[in-house]
């Protein structure tokens, strides 16, 4: 039901910014709780940070916080991952995901917890 299309990724320094944005097709877009995840080389894929749909609360893993601040325009069905003070061991393919579910109270922080993905974008960071 919900397509996704990720973009703004690319190569970055240590310690450089980078903006990551999802684009989503479909009217149902503005009922999902939606997420960024990442998988490294040889690592499982992990949460990274989600957004609510309808209140805007977000949660980010300890991992980024201060540093990642996720955002959705439902205006625009886009939600965004701005990144400051990328490190080398963040290098890693993310993507975007929209809940399995509709109008979910909470946000789910496992893979098994959304349904629609987009393709990924590889984001590197030079050390």
């Known amino acids: 039901q919900v397509q996704l299309v990720e973009s703004g990724g690319g190569l970055v320094q240590t310690g450089g910014s980078l903006r990551l944005s999802c684009a989503a097709s479909?009217?149902?877009?503005?009922?999902?709780?939606m997420a960024w995840f990442r998988q490294a080389p040889g690592e499982e894929r992990e949460f990274v940070a989600g957004v609510k749909w309808d209140d805007g609360r977000t949660y980010v893993a300890d991992s980024v916080k201060g540093r990642f601040t996720i955002s959705r325009d439902n205006g625009k069905s886009t939600v965004n991952l701005q990144m400051f003070i990328l490190k080398p061991e963040e290098t890693a393919v993310y993507s975007c995901?929209?809940?399995?579910?509709?109008?979910?109270?909470?946000?789910?922080?496992?893979?098994?917890?959304?349904?629609?993905w987009g393709q990924g974008n590889q984001v590197t960071v030079s050390s």
């Open positions: 479909g009217r149902t877009f503005n009922f999902y709780n």
């Open positions: 995901a929209a809940d399995r579910f509709p109008r979910r109270r909470d946000i789910a922080m496992t893979r098994d917890g959304y349904n629609y």
